[in-house]
């Protein structure tokens, strides 16, 4: 799984899922960039990776913006979207909308922007790598927004995956996962690993790491396209 002389752009690349892809990405020998809407996230991202590693501060709802970061990056190899804010979960009664147009603004059409930006930038043989979840096939109530979400990312990586082959497009379905996106008081966060992690075969939640695997797994098999990859330690069966 060697990424030697190969250049990475992880685009929510400083916490969670995306920091543990970068860091996976570069203890492989390729060159990193990250990109995070958080100066701070960027600086304490670069000094926890090897000199060489690059990163840049980008709102990626900003179109304009994306496109000069693409065309200032130049060639690359890979692009990984894991870029967003915490899921939105509330009862459709008490849904905003305004909250919920929000938050397609950057996980979905951030990243039609994105990969737009970075086609032309992209080598023939180089992978775009989303990122989806269980709550598009396995909806819970509240999860509206969330769930048809994660139904259009699936979607577009197939469909991506035809209209630009021969890159290669795949997405990640990870199920619950021990991250920043579970903006929940401790206590209840805790409460809740441990309910999902009792439902699974597995007995245990997900750690970022476990998922970064599998977007290194489509960084490097050259005959994946089109895929979409689910890690929900078998909750699937429960």
């Known amino acids: 799984m060697s990424l030697a002389g190969q250049h990475v752009v992880v685009l929510g690349g400083t916490s969670g899922i995306g920091f543990a892809v970068a860091a996976s990405a570069a203890e492989r020998g390729a060159k990193v960039t990250v990109v995070s809407s958080s100066r701070a996230n960027i600086d304490r991202t670069l000094a926890e990776l090897p000199s060489g590693s690059t990163g840049y501060v980008?709102?990626?709802?900003?179109?304009?913006?994306?496109?000069?970061?693409?065309?200032?990056?130049?060639?690359?190899?890979?692009?990984?979207?894991?870029?967003?804010?915490?899921?939105?979960?509330?009862?459709?009664?008490?849904?905003?909308?305004?909250?919920?147009?929000?938050?397609?603004?950057?996980?979905?059409?951030?990243?039609?922007?994105a990969v737009q930006a970075a086609v032309p930038q992209l080598r023939p043989d180089g992978s775009i790598t989303l990122t989806t979840g269980t709550a598009g096939p396995r909806p819970v109530p509240g999860s509206t927004v969330t769930s048809s979400l994660c139904g259009a990312v699936e979607t577009l990586s197939r469909a991506l995956a035809v209209e630009l082959a021969p890159i290669r497009v795949n997405a990640v379905m990870p199920g619950v996962v021990r991250s920043p996106l579970w903006a929940f008081p401790e206590d209840v966060r805790e409460q809740f690993y441990a309910d999902t992690a009792a439902g699974t075969p597995l007995r245990r939640i997900a750690e970022v790491e476990d998922i970064a695997q599998a977007f290194l797994f489509f960084l490097t098999q050259p005959h994946a396209t089109g895929t979409v990859l689910t890690l929900d330690g078998g909750a699937v069966l429960a």
Not at 68 to 91: C, K, M, N, R
């Open 58 to 113: 980008v709102d990626l709802t900003d179109g304009d913006r994306v496109r000069a970061l693409f065309e200032e990056i130049g060639a690359l190899d890979h692009l990984v979207y894991t870029a967003g804010e915490a899921l939105l979960l509330s009862p459709l009664a008490d849904l905003d909308l305004a909250e919920a147009r929000k938050f397609f603004e950057l996980r979905y059409f951030g990243v039609l922007a």
